[in-house]
């Protein structure tokens, strides 16, 4: 696989300073444009339909883990009502090596401040984030982040064939 540089579209900028902030650690950037990744995702995600999904992880087996999914599960629906919240699920489906429910996002915004709860009130539950690009496989794969214990997916699923 090649990877095509980060990079591209910057190949006759300006070298950036090697300067300091005033905290004599991080780099000074001077100031530019504003990304359009905090309105947009970035290609090759798909925003058609939704642009992530969060895929909530409990080992069904484990009545303390239960309860506290389901309680999560219903915290997320009263804190985030405007995203896509499916069914509690108390057993493994599709890919999924474990229980789970599933969250989607639609905008930047919302990826990065569901995300940025999830770090601090998942529990003991993990959390599979993955882009929708049309390429299922390498969402799961590639492009899958974690939060928290990471588990092996049936990715064979996911495979066009």
């Known amino acids: 696989m090649s990877w095509e540089s980060p990079l591209e579209g910057f190949e006759n900028a300006e070298p950036l300073p090697e300067k300091f902030n005033a905290d ?4 000074y950037n001077p100031p530019g444009p504003r990304s359009s990744a905090y309105d947009e995702f970035p290609k090759p995600i798909d925003p058609s339909n939704n642009g992530f999904d969060f895929h ?3 080992m069904q087996s484990v009545p303390s ?6 309680e999560l599960h219903e915290r ?9 919240i499916y069914r509690f699920w108390d057993k493994p489906v599709g890919p999924h090596p ?3 429910f599933e969250v989607n996002t639609f905008t930047p915004h919302q990826t990065g401040a569901l995300f940025s709860w999830l770090v601090v009130n998942r529990g003991p539950c993990s959390v599979l984030i993955h882009p929708n690009t049309n390429d299922a496989y390498r969402d799961h794969t590639e492009r899958v982040t974690w939060i928290g214990q990471p588990w092996p997916l049936n990715t064979e699923l996911l495979k066009k064939h």
């Open 24 to 27: 004599g650690k991080s780099l």
């Open 65 to 70: 883990q239960a309860k506290f999914a389901k």
């Open 76 to 84: 997320v629906r009263r804190e985030f009502p405007e995203l896509r």
């Open 56 to 58: 909530i992880y409990y």
């Open 98 to 100: 474990v229980a789970m």
